[in-house]
């Protein structure tokens, strides 16, 4: 298996979701094009119930994630319910291949529009052609061309090995910017001293680091960059044993107010959160949202949103310093709602702000996607190291990219 596969979480990597009909072969194509039985195949209509995924590596996309979604056309309670949970994937989906067979367009058209009413790239993909002869082979592939406004590619080919057609055309429809993404960006370069402040708390025991620190640890090694590691406790000494000054510093945001006062002035200083903003989210729309602090009460409304599904704990950032610092700060009637995983409210007009977490967890279209729901509904957003570097007055000299 390649390093780069094990090393790459699923948020970083390109979503790829398979999109079609009950049996119009999404599952087969998942499993042709992965070379392993990820999904159950059957003629059985509603076989694939919950989004499916698989990672893989392909070469010139690098690592990937394909999904295999529950036919856009299930019906009943439960189908209505399979129907809800592949519209979620719509949330992450980076590029779509839509399975047809040719046969229902009507349906197939309207599942076009609603991907590219999300401004998702589609890939048509023509399935079952080995049961057509090559006369109806070409009118059903007319057909399905007329719809989507370009050939569709043969699952047939696919499913014989012959993939590269296939990546290929996903290549050329990747979003302009998906390898220009940096998460430290400009901050600093070959041979700049860079110094980590990483408190290790419950959400970080023994024998590990959060997701965060190890993606800027990566950045930080590909760039040439020379690294220091402390914690907040040992900051002053680490000062004191370095040579020159670190070009930059990025800290933990709870600590923010216990690093400030040290930073050397010619240091430039984040956090870890607050890189997350701008790799993961829209940081203006987070600098935008962090505004709202300043009119928060004592009976406003605020909903936290954190990726990670995990059980509460005592020093939980979210669930528990968060809603303490909001409600010292503004009062202990200020309401928080808090939310985790793919879990997010329909109906957002009850909140005054939303603060999320740095989102490591999910890809950057999920979180565009939080964004864009939050924007058009008016309701600031921002995210936890944004807010808590503006509850700390500091926002204003902070970097960020």
């Known amino acids: ?6 090393q790459t979480p699923r948020s970083d990597r390109l979503h790829i979701g398979i999109f079609g009909r009950r049996n119009a072969g999404k599952s087969s194509l998942i499993n042709s094009i992965t070379g392993q039985g990820v999904s159950i195949v059957s003629a059985l209509p509603g076989t694939t119930t919950d989004p499916v995924y698989k990672s893989m590596e392909i070469p010139g996309l690098g690592p990937c994630v394909f999904i295999d979604t529950a036919g856009y056309d299930d019906e009943g309670d439960i189908g209505s319910a399979r129907v809800e949970s592949t519209r979620t994937v719509l949330q992450s ?3 779509a291949l839509l399975v047809t067979d040719g046969i229902d367009m009507q349906c197939d058209k309207v599942w076009l529009d609603i991907l590219r009413g999300q401004n998702i790239p589609v890939i048509p993909v023509h399935s079952h ?6 006369g109806e082979r070409h009118r059903s592939s007319e057909a399905i061309r007329k ?14 090995g012959h993939c590269r057609g296939l990546f290929d055309t996903i290549l050329s429809m990747l979003p302009p910017d998906w390898e220009a993404k940096s998460i430290t960006g400009g901050l600093c370069g070959t041979g700049d001293l860079v110094l980590l ?12 680091l959060i997701l965060p620190q190890v993606q800027v640890i990566r950045e930080l090694l590909d760039k040439g960059c020379a690294i220091m590691s402390c914690t907040a406790e040992n900051m002053e000494s680490a000062l ?10 990025i800290t933990d945001s709870q600590v923010f107010a ?23 989210g829209d940081m203006q729309a987070f600098l935008n949202g962090a505004k709202a602090l300043a009119s928060l009460g004592p009976h406003s409304h605020v909903l936290i949103a954190e990726a990670c599904t995990h059980a509460p704990i005592n020093e939980d950032i979210g669930r528990v310093k968060l809603p303490g610092i909001l409600r010292s700060r503004f009062g202990q009637s200020l309401s928080v709602d808090i939310v985790s995983g793919k879990s997010f409210p329909e109906h957002l007009e009850r909140y005054d702000l939303i603060i999320h977490c740095g989102g490591c967890m999910f890809n950057r279209r999920f979180m565009l996607s939080r964004i864009a729901k939050a924007t058009e509904k008016g309701i600031p957003i921002c995210n936890y190291g944004v807010a808590l570097a503006a509850l700390n007055g500091i926002l204003d000299k902070i970097v960020h990219v």
């Open 1 to 6: 298996m390649s390093s780069s596969l094990i």
């Open 93 to 95: 989906t980076d590029i």
């Open 129 to 134: 052609t080995d049961a057509l002869n090559a």
């Open 147 to 160: 719809v989507f406004g370009q050939v569709p590619l043969s699952a047939e080919d696919i499913r014989t």
């Open 197 to 208: 402040v990483m408190p290790q708390d419950l959400q970080a025991p023994k024998g590990r």
């Open 240 to 249: 004191d044993s370095l040579s020159r000054n670190p070009r930059l510093i």
């Open 258 to 280: 216990r690093v400030w006062p040290l930073k050397p002035a010619d240091s430039l200083l984040t956090s870890f959160s607050v890189l997350m903003a701008g790799y993961k």
